[in-house]
């Protein structure tokens, strides 16, 4: 059986600067890029499946667009160019697959849209600790969904784990990792609320499900010179980022723009 051929990087980006903004650790969001001039190709499923060359081009727009929207980081453009979203959304959803847009998962869940993956993977470089191959030590990821998240965190740290408390999630995630064959990304079935006391003391922490308080598990178990990012009820009907920074002076907590996370529920179901 012939294999299809595996989708590759595209070939240069033009991301621009690749640092933060000297003096700010916490960028604050830029003003998104005007939308391109031309729609972005449409992708046909054959058979639920996709060809990779039709990808590719669709994914090289979606890294220039982050670039474009803000992103600078170019670990993080690198990554949510490498990973094939596409794999994680159902085949009637293909065409839009590459579309800055959160797609249902099932179970009314979400796919996160690309550019909040890519914004809040790139404040948890900025602050989480790295090692010297300048990726993330081990991160925990809260709320799986299909897994891309997980994939795409995988790219830039030396391990994840990844907690989703559906079970149908978690499985669904499974199958879409198995033919990926990745090594340092590991799903877990359970309630993410107590966090995961066996990867801790976490390098960054990122949730995709929002609550009115962080729970305190997450805090214990990011490591000192760590980082959690993620989405908290910031008045009636509302979310906010929320980056906290722990250090062993105590923790600092910032909260940045409006966000809109499914929420964040306790117990497996
Ligand atoms: N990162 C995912 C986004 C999934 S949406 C992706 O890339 O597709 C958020 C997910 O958080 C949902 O699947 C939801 O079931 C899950 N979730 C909500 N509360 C949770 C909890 N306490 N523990 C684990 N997962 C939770």
Same mark, same amino acid.
């Given at each position: 059986?012939?294999?299809? %051929?595996?989708? #590759?990087?595209? +070939?240069? =980006? !033009?991301?621009?600067?690749?640092?933060?903004? +000297?003096?700010?650790?916490?960028?604050?969001?830029?003003?998104?890029? %005007?939308?391109?001039?031309? %729609?972005?190709?449409?992708?046909?499923?054959?058979?639920?499946?996709? /060809?990779?060359?039709?990808?590719?081009?669709?994914?090289?727009?979606?890294?220039?667009?982050?670039? $474009?929207?803000?992103?600078? &980081?170019?670990?993080? =453009?690198? +990554?949510?160019?490498?990973?094939?979203?596409?794999?994680?959304?159902?085949?009637?959803?293909?065409?839009?697959?590459?579309? &800055?847009?959160?797609?249902?998962?099932? =179970?009314?869940?979400? @796919?996160?849209?690309?550019?909040?993956?890519?914004?809040? @993977?790139?404040?948890?470089?900025?602050?989480?600790?790295?090692?010297? &191959?300048?990726?993330?030590?081990?991160?925990?990821?809260?709320?799986?969904?299909?897994?891309?998240?997980?994939?795409?965190? #995988?790219?830039?740290?030396?391990?994840?784990?990844?907690?989703?408390?559906?079970?149908? =999630?978690? $499985?669904?995630?499974?199958? !879409?990792?198995?033919?990926?064959?990745? +090594? !340092?990304?590991?799903?877990?079935?359970?309630?993410?609320? /107590?966090?995961?006391?066996?990867? /801790? %003391?976490?390098?960054? @922490?990122?949730?995709?499900?929002?609550?009115?308080?962080?729970?305190? /598990?997450?805090?214990?178990?990011?490591?000192?010179?760590?980082?959690?990012?993620?989405?908290?009820?910031?008045?009636?009907?509302?979310?906010?980022?929320?980056?906290?920074?722990?250090?062993?002076? #105590?923790?600092?907590?910032?909260?940045? $723009?409006?966000? !809109?996370?499914?929420?964040?529920?306790?117990?497996?179901?």
């Amino acid at each position: 059986m012939a294999t299809p %051929p595996r989708p #590759g990087f595209p +070939a240069r =980006l !033009n991301i621009g600067q690749t640092s933060p903004a +000297a003096g700010s650790r916490i960028s604050p969001r830029r003003p998104s890029a %005007p939308s391109l001039a031309t %729609p972005p190709p449409m992708l046909e499923g054959v058979g639920g499946q996709m /060809a990779a060359r039709d990808a590719i081009p669709a994914r090289a727009k979606m890294v220039q667009q982050l670039a $474009e929207g803000g992103v600078r &980081d170019a670990q993080v =453009l690198r +990554a949510m160019g490498a990973v094939d979203r596409h794999r994680f959304v159902d085949s009637a959803l293909l065409a839009q697959a590459y579309e &800055d847009t959160a797609l249902p998962i099932g =179970l009314g869940q979400t @796919i996160s849209k690309p550019s909040v993956v890519a914004r809040m @993977i790139e404040l948890l470089m900025q602050g989480g600790l790295r090692g010297a &191959d300048g990726k993330l030590g081990r991160v925990l990821d809260i709320g799986t969904g299909c897994g891309y998240q997980a994939v795409v965190l #995988g790219q830039l740290a030396s391990e994840v784990y990844s907690i989703e408390r559906l079970r149908d =999630l978690h $499985e669904k995630a499974r199958a !879409n990792l198995r033919p990926l064959r990745i +090594a !340092n990304v590991h799903l877990i079935l359970g309630d993410g609320m /107590a966090g995961f006391p066996k990867g /801790a %003391p976490y390098a960054g @922490i990122i949730a995709a499900a929002g609550g009115e308080s962080l729970p305190e /598990a997450w805090i214990d178990q990011l490591a000192y010179g760590g980082r959690l990012v993620a989405p908290i009820a910031s008045g009636p009907g509302q979310q906010a980022l929320m980056v906290v920074d722990r250090s062993r002076q #105590g923790v600092q907590q910032t909260i940045l $723009e409006a966000v !809109n996370f499914v929420p964040l529920k306790s117990g497996v179901a």
